[in-house]
């Protein structure tokens, strides 16, 4: 391998955040057992604060950003994987603190890495990434809550997003009735195409949110927004219902009373993708890459290299993203 590659580099210059590729060897990278050549990674809303220099994410720059990353092993000193083999690396402090997946190569240790499913390719798991990860994970908790795909309509909130577009896929693949909540009035044939059975719109889901409970309709609800939205889907879920809760695209606050715990025994189910344990984890990629693996899955991903997230930076963070984004590191 040669000792120089490419990454997208974030400094503060003059109190403002730029972002640069920049050449880096592999003499730069942190420490860590394994080392993996990147061929792809993905944007998650994540990426994008730490990327413009938003605080809560990233408190050390200059910095490389990438929560995800993909790609093959160069070498791993404690044997858990062999040169050659295919991983998936998403999460822990990956584009966090640590040089992240916008780097065509990583040092990580080697307990952050799964191996890639073999039904999968390495894009694929990006088009997946994180998000499906988190997507998964929601399913997994809604499911072991004893929701059910008889058991009637499940609501995706920001379902136009990351998140939410792997979520509407995997939830109509595993049989469910899936109702989308949307802000983009000119994408419910893409949230159709995806599986989505109804769709509503933000404000409809908000009517009459002020009341202390509302007329119960979802079985469960696989929210990635937070704030009133989330507390409006808690307060119309049916008795015994479960509600899942990763993000704050809108908020991170909840408005709410305790009526729907105590009144309807709702559950509220917290989800986080980063520390997920890895036997967890290694099962849910599982499942993504066989039953639940979306039927479009290719046709729903917009692929950039490493040098065209600018504008993806932007719109993830003003909520206009459509679906994922996969980011090409081979050709950086
Ligand atoms: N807990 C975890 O492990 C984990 C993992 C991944 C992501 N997350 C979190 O999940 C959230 C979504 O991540 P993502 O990567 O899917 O981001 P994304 O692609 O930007 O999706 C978020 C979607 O939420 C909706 N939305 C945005 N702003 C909104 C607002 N003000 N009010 C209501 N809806 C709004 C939009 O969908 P519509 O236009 O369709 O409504 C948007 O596309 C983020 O907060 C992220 O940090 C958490």
């Known amino acids: 391998m040669s000792n120089y590659f490419h990454a997208l580099v974030t400094e503060e210059k003059d109190g403002q955040f730029v972002r640069q590729i920049r050449e880096r060897s592999v003499n730069d990278l942190p420490e860590g057992e394994l080392l993996v050549k990147v061929h792809y990674s ?74 890639l499913p073999k039904e999968l390719t390495l894009r694929e798991s990006m088009i997946l990434g994180t998000a499906g990860l988190t997507a998964g994970l929601s399913l997994h908790q809604l499911a072991r809550g004893g929701v059910r795909p008889e058991g009637g309509e499940v609501l995706v909130t920001g379902a136009t997003g990351g998140v939410g577009s792997i979520a509407v896929s995997i939830l109509a693949k595993a049989g469910y009735t899936v109702v989308a909540a949307t802000g983009k009035s000119s994408e419910h044939e893409f949230l159709q195409a995806l599986g989505a059975r109804h769709i509503i719109s933000r404000e409809e889901l908000l009517r009459d949110a002020h009341h202390p409970l509302l007329k119960t309709r979802w079985n469960g609800v696989l929210d990635v927004v937070g704030g009133e939205m989330l507390a409006a889907a808690i307060k119309s879920t049916n008795y015994g219902g479960v509600v899942t809760c990763c993000g704050l695209a809108a908020s991170p606050e909840l408005p709410l009373n305790v009526f729907p715990f105590i009144l309807r025994a709702v559950s509220l189910v917290g989800i986080d993708s980063a520390q997920c344990p890895t036997e967890l984890r290694r099962e849910v990629w599982q499942r993504l890459a066989g039953e639940w693996r979306p039927e479009h899955l290719l046709q729903t991903a917009t692929e950039v290299p490493l040098d065209g997230l600018e504008e993806s930076f932007h719109a993830i963070l003003k909520g206009e993203s459509r679906g994922r984004t996969v980011v090409n590191l081979i050709d950086a």
Request: charged share 15%; glycine share 14%.
């Open 42 to 115: 993905s944007l998650n809303y994540k990426d994008a604060l730490s990327a413009l220099g938003r605080p809560g994410v990233t408190k050390r720059y200059p910095h490389t950003p990438g929560i995800d990353a993909a790609g093959e092993v160069v070498s791993c000193a404690n044997g858990a994987f062999a040169a050659g083999d295919q991983v998936i690396v998403t999460g822990y402090d990956l584009g966090m603190n640590t040089t992240g997946g916008y780097s065509q190569y990583i040092r990580v240790p080697s307990a952050w890495a799964v191996r």
